[in-house]
T-cell receptor
Framework: SQELEQSPQSLIVQEGKNLTINCTSSKTLYGLYWYKQKYGEGLIFLMMLQKGGEEKSHEKITAKLDEKKQQSSLHITASQPSHAGIYLCGAHGGNQFYFGTGTSLTVIP | GAVVSQHPSWVICKSGTSVKIECRSLDFQATTMFWYRQFPKQSLMLMATSNEGSKATYEQGVEKDKFLINHASLTLSTLTVTSAHPEDSSFYIC?????????????FGPGTRLLVL
């Protein structure tokens, strides 16, 4: 089975600071998804990366899939309290879908 | 964007009763749907993968006789929690895979909160 390890597990940053969350896979990634969630609410799909070296941005969030396609990073620029939540990476492995271990982000105003 | 709905959004039931949760893709056909559960302050856990017209594939540790999944059409999957007990209280989320035009995107439902008394 595929394993997705996220780091850090939790993150507390001051508003306005930049931060990076990593997602490392035990196997080659064929498509990597990033989501954001607040407990009790549905997942919000952020972006999908499919090609090694691909980089996508949405507002102040940028995600990249590395060339070897076993790691992805999510970078938030000038964080805001609205960015707080749990960030999950996800990927298909065979006919199953796996989530990362999650990163809890707290942004202090 | 595509929308996935869940019904009900929350349910309270007595221990020993069965509860059915519906997951619908509203504007696309989904041959594959996923069911997850989440406990407070924990990550989502994939319970099973539901494929239209075939038996669901359950993750290790998930009792298939307790969590019955039916994917009878391309827009509807149901999860039935049979003989629910308080430990089944959780937040259940479904998602549907839209594979149109060769691009796969996963859309999540808003979740169903189950409380078993």
């Amino acid at each position: 089975s595929q394993e997705l390890e996220q780091s850090p597990q939790s993150l507390i940053v001051q508003e306005g600071k930049n931060l990076t969350i990593n997602c490392t896979s035990s196997k080659t990634l064929y498509g990597l998804y990033w989501y954001k969630q607040k407990y009790g609410e549905g997942l919000i799909f952020l972006m999908m990366l499919q090609k090694g070296g691909e980089e996508k941005s949405h507002e102040k969030i940028t995600a990249k899939l590395d060339e070897k396609k076993q790691q992805s990073s999510l970078h938030i620029t000038a964080s805001q309290p609205s960015h707080a939540g749990i960030y999950l990476c996800g990927a298909h492995g065979g006919n199953q879908f796996y989530f990362g271990t999650g990163t809890s982000l707290t942004v202090i105003p | 964007g595509a929308v996935v709905s869940q019904h009900p959004s929350w349910v309270i039931c007595k221990s020993g009763t069965s509860v059915k949760i519906e997951c619908r893709s509203l504007d696309f056909q989904a041959t594959t749907m996923f069911w997850y559960r989440q406990f407070p302050k924990q990550s989502l856990m994939l319970m099973a993968t539901s494929n239209e017209g075939s038996k669901a594939t359950y993750e290790q540790g998930v009792e298939k006789d307790k969590f019955l999944i039916n994917h009878a059409s391309l827009t509807l999957s149901t999860l039935t929690v049979t003989s629910a007990h308080p430990e089944d209280s959780s937040f259940y989320i479904c998602s549907a895979l839209d594979a149109a035009l060769g691009m796969e995107t996963q859309y999540f439902g808003p979740g169903t909160r189950l409380l078993v008394l």
